[in-house]
């Protein structure tokens, strides 16, 4: 079989460079923990965890003799006012394109600017995002869009993950609500960049694999993108989920596959996973043979 992985895929700048700051401290023996999920990919958290590093999902569970390190996705302001009138020290991993994205809500709140946000409201960059606006409102759909009253002026802003086409859809809808409107295109360049390269490789391959955490928002956005262009598109955590006999079953027999990461993504899970399609009869044959020895197959 052939294997193709996307031109871009895997870790991205903010996430590399939140797990260099965490590789600083450990080397310096310094006790660490995580303001929420670091990024979303359990490989990552799960050997950050085998560290010792641990993760808080509240201020009110903050160990005061710990480095604080302040997750990829951001906190919402009132919270990052919080540790500051409270003296705590801290590391932000914050991702640069996400601060900002605080930026520009803070500078149009300023201004007393209609602001919507186009992302996922339950997603932490979108909590910690919106929390820069008095009054922010967050849509992710058409219908959402045909909620907003007509008016003036509006100040449209994405979540630094979303799908371009998604957003440039919903944009032309709000168009037609306001009579100005200034769009900040804050889709990050990794993102982009991940989506062109899936969307050139999907309809060249046989069956695509999606590798990231099924909570990681470009990644869940990658496999849509590929769906759409190839209906034989996986979406799997990890290596080891490849290695099912109904996955197996299914791809056997296909020439050539495509995979792709999400931006939190290992690159080792992504060679891992190659391996894997390479050697996908043998694990085939490996499996079946268990299976009959094992009784589940005669
Ligand atoms: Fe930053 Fe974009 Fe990665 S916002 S964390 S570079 S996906």
Known sequence: MKIYIAEEAGFCFG??????IINQLNEKRQDIQIYGQLIHNRTVLDQLKAKG???????????????????????PKQEEEKLKKAGIDYVDATCPLVKKLHRIIGKLNKEKAQIIIIGDKNHPEIIAAKSYA???VVINSRAEAAKI???????????????TEHFEKIVSYLAEKAGK??????????????QQAIKKLAPEVDFVVVVGGKNSSNTRKLYHIALKRNKNTYYIEESSDLKHTDFIKQVKDFQSAGITAGASTPPKELKKVKNILKNIKNNYNINIEKEIKNGKRE
């Open 15 to 20: 996430v590399k460079r939140a797990l260099k």
């Open 53 to 75: 590093i641990d993760t808080i999902d509240t201020l009110a569970q903050l160990s005061p003799q710990k480095k604080l390190v302040i997750r990829t996705h951001g906190i």
């Open 134 to 136: 008095h009054n922010a």
């Open 149 to 163: 009253k007509r008016t003036d002026s509006l100040s449209v802003i994405a979540q630094t993950t979303l799908d």
């Open 181 to 194: 409107l200034d769009v900040y295109n804050t889709i990050c360049d990794a993102t982009i960049a991940r």
